[in-house]
């Protein structure tokens, strides 16, 4: 059984997330643009678990994004549509289906 592990740039996105979720999951905070050294220490402790990335649509998640792919290129990486920019900003119902997508039990 593998668990599963959400990362997020901001407070805001984890709190946006969790009442969507029906399952228990941890969900990680960048607090932004970080070097890879922080990122490998924070997900250090889920690197065999899946670990999933709900990243803003701005110059900051494509970093993040590249960022990821370079360090943990197992991690599946989900975009939010470029049109909200922000995953806080992001409509539930939108959201709801992108966690359905990356396989996570919802409300």
């Known amino acids: 059984f593998m668990r ?12 946006r997330l969790v009442p969507i979720l029906a399952e228990e999951v941890t969900i990680l905070c960048t607090n932004g643009t970080i070097s890879e050294v922080d990122l490998i220490d924070l997900l250090e402790a889920f690197e065999h678990d899946e670990i999933v990335t709900f990243f803003d649509a701005d110059k900051n ?43 996570f039990l919802v409300r």
Request: net charge positive; glycine share 4%.
């Open 61 to 103: 998640g494509e970093k993040l994004r590249k960022l990821m792919n370079r360090v943990y290129p197992e991690a599946k990486q989900y975009t939010i549509p470029a049109q909200y920019i922000e995953v806080e900003k992001t409509p539930t119902a939108i959201l709801r289906d992108l966690l359905q997508q990356a396989k």
């Open 4 to 15: 599963k592990c959400i990362v997020v740039e901001g407070r805001a996105d984890k709190l």
